[in-house]
């Protein structure tokens, strides 16, 4: 079945985790989908700490703002365009800078919601 999500029907509810982040979630277990696909919106001077997940791949695309990725042993400057794909099990994190909120589109497989 196929999901459609208007964009004035995207609704951001504050993360289970991580105070100072916002998510939308687009698709999940929920819906049946076999991946899970959100939007995260990180206030000006939050991170999201340095984690792994056991079984998912987390792809991360930045769609506004500046901040920092962690991959790969160390921080990277985050901006509009960039992307990074996780495997399963490596330490990723992610902070925003302080002048502006961080926008990211999140794709996990298979989905953490």
């Known amino acids: 079945m196929a999901i459609f999500v208007r964009n004035n029907a995207v609704e951001f509810e504050p993360h289970p985790?991580?105070?100072?982040?916002?998510?939308?979630?687009?698709?999940?277990?929920?819906?049946?989908?076999?991946l899970g696909v959100s939007i995260l919106l990180l206030e000006p001077g939050i991170e999201i700490p340095v984690h792994t997940h056991d079984e998912s791949v987390d792809s991360i695309y930045c769609l506004e703002g500046q901040g920092e990725i962690f991959v790969s042993g160390s921080w990277q400057p985050l901006g509009p365009g960039d992307y990074c794909l996780v495997p399963a099990k490596e330490e990723h994190g992610v902070r925003n800078g302080k002048d502006s909120k961080l926008k990211l589109f999140i794709v996990h497989s298979p989905p953490l919601f």
């Open 17 to 34: 985790k991580f105070n100072g982040v916002s998510i939308a979630k687009l698709a999940g277990k929920d819906q049946g989908a076999s």
